[in-house]
């Protein structure tokens, strides 16, 4: 689901003229794919061991530091509790929070509010109810909240911005659990407006064109 999903991203950011993307199952092995990229997406188990325990440390830290920006995605968005103390602050220094697994979980229908209704990532789309796997306590060390559910009796903030010290920008949301709500405009709105804000290309006043057909947006049949 994650590679058909970056699939399905990749073709809604296509529609912004002069966007160009690569999908990759893993790091890309040609450091050439890396050249002039504006922003990395992030779709997968936990993306601090992903990114910080894999092939692509050392040149994600050269990256990072060149303000290149970061878009994390569920899952992506944590770092394992067992690797906080190793793993959590250099991570949090470019994503500027996490959420640590597994401070908790609930799968519940709440409404989706902006925090910052006025921020580019919160373009062309209302708040709505979402039915989704919510990521209970993130640890959001210098990022600013910007969606935000009512879970469990609890507030919990489950996607915030972080811009860096080095000029790059970061995105962070911990929902994206079922697929099904990529196939809502609203979710596939949102998640690509981020993209495009953290390549520091310009978010339109009515939100990024995400507009597939219907084969498009469905999965594709079990193996």
């Not at 990532?121 to 959001?140: H, N």
């Not at 911005?161 to 709500?181: M, P, Q, S, V």
Request: net charge negative; hydrophobic share 40%; proline share 6%.
């Amino acid at each position: 689901m994650y590679m058909h999903t970056q699939t399905m991203l990749a073709k809604c950011l296509q529609l912004t003229k002069g966007v160009e993307t690569v999908v990759s199952e893993g790091w890309p092995d040609d450091p050439a794919t890396l050249n002039d990229v504006r922003t990395i997406v992030l779709y997968s188990s936990p993306g601090a061991e992903f990114l910080l325990d894999g092939p692509g440390s050392a040149p994600l830290h050269q990256l990072m530091r060149k303000g290149v920006g970061l878009v994390t995605i569920h899952w992506a968005s944590a770092v394992r509790e067992k690797n906080l103390d190793r793993l959590g602050e250099r991570w949090m220094d470019y994503l500027g929070g996490s959420w640590v697994s597994n401070y908790g979980l609930s799968t519940d229908t709440a409404m989706l509010k902006q925090l910052v209704a006025d921020h580019p990532v919160c373009r062309g789309w209302e708040e709505y109810k979402l039915f989704d796997e919510y990521y209970l306590k993130p640890v959001i060390k210098a990022g600013t909240p910007l969606l935000q559910v009512t879970t469990k009796g609890e507030e919990v903030t489950v996607g915030w911005i972080y811009e860096r010290d080095d000029n790059g920008r970061a995105y962070a949301t911990t929902l994206g659990h079922f697929y099904k709500n990529f196939q809502v405009e609203a979710f596939r709105r949102t998640i690509v407006n981020a993209i495009l804000w953290s390549a520091y290309v310009e978010v339109p006043p009515e939100g990024a064109p995400v507009n597939l057909t219907e084969s498009e947006l469905q999965l594709p049949a079990k193996p």
